[in-house]
């Protein structure tokens, strides 16, 4: 390599050195602001995420973030400043002294400058100013993560969320578990829970969140217990339609289907949208399919709906409704006592009292209307008197009595206007004599 292209190749590297010197420091330089303020507002972002006991992995994700902006945003800023190689040789001759010679060079006018040593191009490095920004703001990051925080900074959040909201989501899971309602019905009663529980902490144990929170736990209550007897009253109505039939009067019977009927309809119109297995099970209890089910396919039914009712009323909690088993065959005993034929009648007639047995009474009489008309006496008056007045009130009636207005019918005739029949008495007597004007003015001065 000859003396001018090492001339050349040197001078250039030295021009491209001082380019990427000039253009670092306007970066650096409009970069500090956002340092100084990210390291603040990053401070204080950390201790209240960490007061929010949140996970840590969002906030890097957001530092990071915010760090990439300030970079973009501070380069941006500072390529307006940007200085060429061709730039930085005018700066390096004119600091050197060199009389434009590397700009006469770099146009191809003249040779270039002889190789220096160390040439510098008099811009030298303010390192503290540089470092500063860049280690105050790591260190009120660093300082933001590990300082410890008092039992007084970290706000009271509750110990466990409400129990109703744990005891609704058991139900909910159960009643899934058991098929007895569809997974999207599931999903839609949790997600009124869920909205609950996204409040903020502090507002769990408020009295607007426990009212919602006890509104839809009585709510869901009384839904499923309106199922459980609905389930229940079908399952009686069916066992007694299947194994107690014989001894139903005609108008038992319709009434079993009737109700077997109403509780099908109310479980088919729930609130709570229940299982298509379940659905379609109770589809076959129409009171027209019945008598075409054999012996197996009733048991089957009864079963399931026995099952359905004790378990959506345990979650229910209302103990004592269905019971443990031991009261179902004296409920299914009164309400065959209530539906069987009558001694000694055709099926259906049922005009005379039920026989009942030892332990049930004679049963109930039927209300009839019969052809005797009974006399119970009302139309008998009778006094009532009380002669002790010491507890009589004002407005206390002692007595009544049948009377007439005394009437003046003496026939006077016609009388004139205007015309009395007598002179009158006392003073008015007096005012009707005529007086004369000094008569008046003494009565005036006395009677005024």
């Known amino acids: 390599m000859d003396e001018h292209a090492a001339r050349l190749i040197h001078w250039q590297q030295q021009a491209k050195l001082t380019a990427r010197k000039v253009n670092l420091g306007w970066f650096l330089a409009c970069l500090t602001p956002s340092l100084i303020m990210g390291g603040i507002l990053g401070f204080i972002a950390i201790l209240w995420w960490r007061t929010q006991d949140q996970n840590e992995v969002p906030l890097l994700s957001g530092l990071l973030l915010a760090l990439a902006l300030a970079l973009f945003t501070a380069f941006w800023r500072a390529r307006a400043h940007f200085i060429t190689p061709t730039q930085a040789l005018i700066r390096l001759e004119s600091h050197l002294h060199l009389h434009n010679a590397l700009s006469v060079a770099q146009a191809g006018h003249g040779p270039w400058p002889a190789i220096q040593a160390a040439p510098t191009d008099g811009w030298k490095w303010h390192w503290f100013h540089i470092t500063t920004p860049w280690l ?7 300082l933001a993560f590990w300082m410890p ?18 005891q609704m989501d058991e139900w909910l899971q159960k009643l899934e578990e058991e098929k007895l309602i569809t997974p999207e019905e599931k999903e839609e009663q949790a997600a009124k829970v869920t909205n609950l529980r996204d409040q903020p902490p502090d507002q769990w144990f408020s009295h607007d969140s426990l009212h919602a929170t006890d509104t839809l736990k009585e709510q869901l209550q009384r839904d499923l217990a309106e199922i459980a007897q609905n389930l229940k009253t079908a399952e009686r109505s069916l066992n007694a339609l299947q194994n107690h ?8 019977k319709e009434q079993l289907l009737k109700d077997l009927d109403e509780a099908v309809k109310g479980l088919q119109s729930s609130a709570l949208e229940l299982n298509p297995a379940l659905l379609k099970e109770l589809a076959q209890m129409d009171p027209k399919n019945i008598p075409s089910l054999s012996k197996n396919q009733l048991d089957q039914l009864r079963e399931t709906l026995k099952k359905g009712a004790k378990e959506s009323q345990g979650l229910s909690q209302n103990p004592g409704f269905l019971g443990d088993g031991e009261g179902e065959d004296d409920e299914l005993a009164e309400m065959l006592n209530q539906f069987k034929q009558s001694p000694g009648t055709g099926e259906g007639e049922g005009e005379s009292p039920g026989a009942g047995d030892v332990s049930r009474g004679p049963g109930t009489a039927p209300l009839t209307l ?6 119970f006496g009302t139309e008998k008056n009778e006094a009532v008197s009380n002669s002790d007045l010491s507890r009589a009130q004002l407005s206390s009636v002692l007595g009544i009595k049948d009377g007439k207005h005394e009437v003046d019918k003496t ?9 009395a ?18 008569e008046k003015a003494v009565l005036k001065r006395v009677f005024k």
Do not use: F
Request: hydrophobic share 35%; with cysteine.
């Open 136 to 142: 105050s703001s790591a260190a009120c990051l660093a």
């Open 149 to 166: 925080l008092s039992h007084e900074v970290l706000p009271s959040l509750p110990a466990m969320q409400p129990q109703a909201w744990q």
């Open 245 to 252: 039939a014989d001894k139903l009067s005609q108008a038992g």
């Open 370 to 375: 019969a052809n005797e008309e009974n006399d």
């Open 411 to 419: 026939y006077a005739g016609p009388i004139a206007a205007g015309q």
């Open 421 to 438: 029949q007598h002179q009158g008495l006392g003073g008015e007597q007096v005012w009707r004599e005529t007086l004369t004007p000094e």
